[in-house]
């Protein structure tokens, strides 16, 4: 896979994850979906569920509790209700 995605998971009191990763699968309210480097554009809300952050063989897991994400050049960023780490 060429390049890295850009991802940041922010809650109100905290940025919970930041870093370079391959993958970031996540619940849409339309669906759950997966960004990848240089996905297209969008915004979208997000509904309670898992956010998963795939890097080569690691995977870590998050529970969100609502927010949105928005995916730009720059990569993705989730700005979360309430997010909290379930496996690392």
Known sequence: ???KLSFSL???EREVFSGLVDQ???PGVE???GVL????PFMTALREGAVTVID???RRVFEVKGGF???NAQGLTILAEEATE???
Request: no cysteine.
């Open 1 to 3: 896979m060429a390049g």
């Open 10 to 12: 922010v809650a109100p």
């Open 24 to 26: 970031v699968d996540a």
């Open 31 to 33: 669906g759950d979906f």
């Open 37 to 40: 480097p240089a996905h297209a």
């Open 56 to 58: 080569g063989a690691k």
């Open 69 to 71: 994400a928005d995916v």
């Open 86 to 88: 379930i496996s690392a």
